[in-house]
């Protein structure tokens, strides 16, 4: 007769020694990988400490991860292996511990088991534990509190008590795809964390991340890309800290005596508790201040600014309204030639609401208003172009930064997908998904426009001044342009970001790169942080702005010479850029470095730090700019473009543009890798060349040949989405963090899913870029106007 209670309590018995043996087996070779000190009798440990990887590293991990080199192929199929024997010997280990019985039975332990039939090995391996535990506990590096709960939950765990399988319950086990490297077992946070314990002094669950590592570890700062990484999700008592978390662990797989090949690192234990840094009493001291002067400034412009001439142009229209009415009822109509009144109406309107308002306002009320919310956000939701201005600008901008949003949710996502080694090689075998594994050009864009604005204001205002303009407040207008929206943006992230999630996959240190923002800030400050202490970097996606200011500091060297002779400035301007291709081709060739990210395999670090990250390698687009925007600034009456030339210039430029994103095909499938000499070609001019089409597309537009996509590229609502990519920029990489954070279980990874992730996160990337340009950007941008001297109009 069927008894449904019974198959309960078997299936319940099975998947604990299941849990407890797989546990066991992953833990079981923290020797050689951790020290202890003795100091008067007492023990203490110290292990391998798992971090988050950074910026670069995780660039480095999706390049790996897509990488299809046999050499890559052929460690994988070793580490499977290697797998593949783990497994092995815990199913060996469940069939021997399946042949324990349990002495310490209760009413609701089954007392008979099909594979059950001796006692005291179950006897054998709880004292043992037991054993171990008094044995940490007379070494003095657990807590006697600890040692006490540890062992309570585990003799209720043998006995089947119910609150005890419910911390079982809570924590992580293996599922499909073991073969496949899906080695990372979460368990259910909120269930772990809402468990209490029976007894007179009872305890709570602590969610616990357990990290071992296949291969060996910097016994200091485990590097998370040196090895395979496996986690596992446990429920143990909150009384215990993370060191005692990984001794007992360490103690108890000694007992067990299986032989592995993993390496244990420290615990890690995942609260909802966060402690207060400075950087968090600084961020909340600036976002009051800033709502303080964001609301007072914007009461002022409203109450005795906006008020007023709101009143003053509702009384123009009644006005208005009334005449009418007296001309279509067939009175006297005025003369319609236009009388002087009627010319200086608007005039006259305009003065009476200044004179509603004070005539002149000093600094304090200046600095005020330029907080205020209302013109902030006028300002930056107006959409009006002025005549003769670069339009098309605005659509590049918008989507080339969600080109770079795409690339990073790709490849920063990674680390909480569960079908990861499955997924990615169906990814990568789609030509179409090159534009997302070869996204890195989309910095180039910018790089580019970044050349051609600095070019096309700075020639234009030589034509007017001479090349004698005061270039000390040309880089200032640059270094405050920039800086304070990023000091406060790295401030607010270090102090906020921490409070911002928790979960099962939330990392304990956020940003992960907080240690180094704390040591380093200054190099973000100095923009020399992708030259200095570039392996410790802070805010690591902004080795961009770093490359871009020093790149505009040396812009006059290429933009002067144009004023006095073309052929001067085009010198200039080849000079640097022989120096770049030379430069870049041979430090390619000599590092043997891939045509990407994704096909330097393990060189990936050293593609980063010493290619893809420093500006001799990276100035090529930012020159190709620069010639770009002196041709706007003083030949754009000359440029006359014919059908036949238009036609060959777009054919052109889409081909290049085209082979430059997708003509990595055969290296990304590693089906026709490149040579080192044609990657390093790529290196050397493929960056330059995406810029060149880039700018056609300007010069079309400006020159009327740019048709439809000049009319799509120019669309209003890209002139707002443009003015906040700066923004979008700072704090794009932050909302992937908390969003791959805040998930309580791995992602599934799909096209669609995907798609739906990165679409989300854009939405709010400049949803809050948008409040955030009002509180940060744009008042910087009126206070600049107000203290520093204004250029006289000639």
């Not at 497994?87 to 469940?94: A, D, E, S």
């Not at 391996?125 to 585990?154: K, P, Q, W």
């Not at 209302?374 to 009006?384: A, D, F, Q």
């Not at 238009?646 to 889409?654: D, H, K, N, P, V």
């Amino acid at each position: 007769m069927f008894n449904s209670r019974k198959v309960e309590k078997l299936l319940t018995t099975i998947l604990l020694e299941v849990i407890i043996i797989f546990l066991a087996q992953a833990v079981c070779t923290a020797h050689g990988y951790y020290s202890i000190h003795r100091e008067f009798g007492k023990e203490s440990w110290s292990f391998p400490k798992p971090r988050s990887p950074t910026y670069p590293e995780r660039l480095a991990l999706a390049g790996r991860v897509m990488n299809q080199d046999p050499k890559i192929s052929q460690e994988r199929a070793t580490l499977e292996r290697a797998a593949a024997e783990e497994l092995t010997q815990l199913l060996r280990g469940i069939e021997r511990f399946h042949s324990l019985s349990s002495k310490h039975s209760s009413s609701s332990f089954p007392n008979s088991l099909p594979f059950t039939d001796n006692a005291s090995e179950d006897d054998m391996m709880l004292d043992n534990l037991m054993a171990s535990l008094s044995g940490l506990a007379e070494n003095g590096v657990v807590s006697s509190r600890c040692i006490n709960d540890t062992g309570y939950l585990l003799i209720s765990m043998f006995q089947r008590q119910g609150w005890a399988l419910k911390f079982l319950d809570a924590t992580g086990k293996p599922g499909p795809g073991l073969s496949q490297f899906r080695f990372n077992f979460v368990g259910d946070y909120e269930l772990c964390r809402s468990q209490v314990s029976n007894g007179s002094e009872t305890f709570k669950g602590n969610y616990v991340t357990w990290t071992v590592a296949l291969g060996p570890v910097d016994p200091v700062n485990a590097n998370p890309l040196a090895s395979l990484m496996a986690r596992w999700g446990v429920c143990m008592p909150d009384t215990c800290n993370e060191k005692e978390n990984t001794l007992f662990v360490k103690e108890a797989v000694q007992n067990l005596g299986l032989n592995g090949t993993l390496q244990v690192l420290q615990a890690e234990i995942h609260t909802p508790h966060r402690e207060a840094s400075a950087a968090t009493i600084v961020a909340i001291v600036i976002l009051c201040l800033l709502g303080m002067l964001m609301v007072v400034g914007t009461a002022y412009d409203v109450l005795f600014l906006q008020w007023p001439l709101w009143k003053v142009q509702g009384m123009s229209e009644e006005r208005e309204k009334h005449a009418n009415n007296f001309i279509s009822n067939g009175e006297n109509e005025p003369s319609m030639t236009g009388s002087p009144a009627d010319d200086d109406e608007p005039l006259i309107l305009q003065k009476n609401t200044q004179e509603s308002c004070p005539t002149s306002t000093g600094k304090l009320v200046k600095v005020l208003l330029a907080f205020s919310v209302y013109t902030n956000g006028s300002k930056v939701l107006n959409t009006t172009q002025q005549p003769g201005s670069v339009s098309c600008i605005h659509g590049i901008r918008f989507f080339s930064m969600s080109w770079v949003i795409l690339g990073h949710t790709f490849g920063f996502i990674l680390t909480v997908v569960d079908n990861l080694s499955s997924e990615v090689p169906s990814l990568l075998s789609r030509w179409s998904f090159d534009a997302i594994s070869n996204a890195f050009v989309s910095v180039d864009t910018f790089f580019t426009l970044s050349g051609l604005l600095v070019s096309y204001l700075t020639v234009t205002e030589m034509k007017r001044r001479g090349w004698r303009l005061n270039w000390g407040l040309f880089y200032f207008h640059r270094f405050w342009r920039l800086t304070p929206p990023y000091m406060l943006a790295i401030v607010l992230v270090l102090g906020l970001q921490q409070y911002c999630g928790q979960g099962p996959l939330w990392e304990s240190v956020q940003p992960n790169d907080k240690v180094y923002c704390e040591k380093y800030w200054w190099t973000n400050l100095l923009y020399i942080n992708n030259l200095v202490y570039e392996d410790k970097p802070c805010f690591g996606h902004s080795w961009y702005l770093a490359n871009d200011m020093q790149f505009f500091v040396v812009s006059p060297l290429m933009i002067i010479p144009f004023y006095f002779n073309t052929f001067l400035g085009a010198s200039s301007c080849a000079i640097f850029f022989l120096v770049h291709v030379i430069t870049t081709g041979v430090l390619s060739a000599q590092h043997k470095w891939g045509a990407s990210m994704v096909t330097a395999g393990n060189n990936a670090m050293s593609y980063f730090r010493d290619y893809y990250e420093v500006p001799w390698c990276r100035i090529g687009p930012y020159i190709v700019g620069i010639v770009t925007g002196y041709l706007l600034a003083a030949k754009r009456d000359k440029i006359k473009l014919t059908w036949p030339t238009a036609t060959f210039g777009w054919l052109m430029a889409t081909a290049v543009a085209l082979s430059t994103v997708y003509g990595l095909r055969g290296d990304i499938s590693r089906d026709h890798p490149s040579s080192v000499e044609v990657a390093a070609l790529y290196n050397a001019l493929a960056r330059s060349a995406w810029a060149a089409s880039v700018c056609w597309v300007i010069v079309a537009c400006v020159s009327g040949w740019g048709g439809f996509v000049n009319s799509f590229l120019s669309w209003s609502p890209f002139v707002v989405l443009g003015r906040l990519t700066y923004m979008a920029y700072l704090i794009h990489i932050s909302f992937i963090a908390i969003y791959a954070g805040n998930q309580q279980t791995l992602i599934y990874a799909t096209s669609f899913n995907l798609a739906m992730i990165f679409i989300s996160i854009m939405v709010c990337t400049y949803g809050i870029s948008f409040v955030l340009m009002l509180a940060l950007e744009s008042p910087m941008i009126g206070l600049e106007k107000i203290f520093l001297p204004q250029r006289r109009k000639d």
